[in-house]
């Protein structure tokens, strides 16, 4: 009979840990706040970074939320938001972000978005995707 040691049972709990983490984590899922949003974008198997600017038509508020996420678990989603070049926002976007920026015509936002690997002992068949856009609000929060 084999004798069980403490590392073993370590080991079979951070597995276990991780299997019902991935289950547990899903997908981000956020109802698209237009059909035509100002800008869509995506990382991952659909392209890696990503890097974009708009130049602001009137003034309002916008908003840049992630819309749908299928990345792996070893692979993280970092977001960087300038306004006229000054950055406003550093954030991991991996598991979902909401945030509205107050903009006045002729502002420039700039959105940059890249991947970064998650130490773990998950492998990946497929690297996964993430969805995020830039929409203006109707109505200002």
């Known amino acids: 009979m084999k004798?069980?040691?403490f590392f073993s049972v370590s080991l079979i709990a951070l597995c276990l840990f991780v299997i019902t983490s991935i289950t547990l984590i899903g997908s981000v899922q956020a109802?698209?706040?237009?059909d035509n949003p100002l800008i869509e974008g995506c990382i991952g198997a659909c392209g890696e970074p990503f890097s974009t600017s708009y130049t602001v038509p009137k003034n309002g508020v916008y908003c840049f939320t992630t819309t749908d996420s299928s990345l792996c678990p070893n692979t993280g989603a970092e977001v960087k938001?300038?306004?006229?070049?000054?950055?406003i926002l550093k954030t991991d976007m991996t598991y979902g972000v909401f945030?509205?920026?107050n903009a006045k015509k002729r502002d420039i936002i700039t959105i940059e978005a890249n991947l970064f690997g998650i130490n773990s002992c998950?492998?990946?068949?497929?690297?996964?995707?993430l969805y995020f856009q830039l929409e203006k609000l109707e109505k200002d929060l």
């Open 122 to 129: 998950i492998q990946c068949i497929w690297l996964g995707e």
């Open 99 to 101: 945030f509205k920026i």
């Open 3 to 5: 004798k069980v040691t």
């Open 31 to 34: 109802a698209p706040l237009r």
């Open 81 to 87: 938001i300038y306004q006229n070049g000054e950055l």
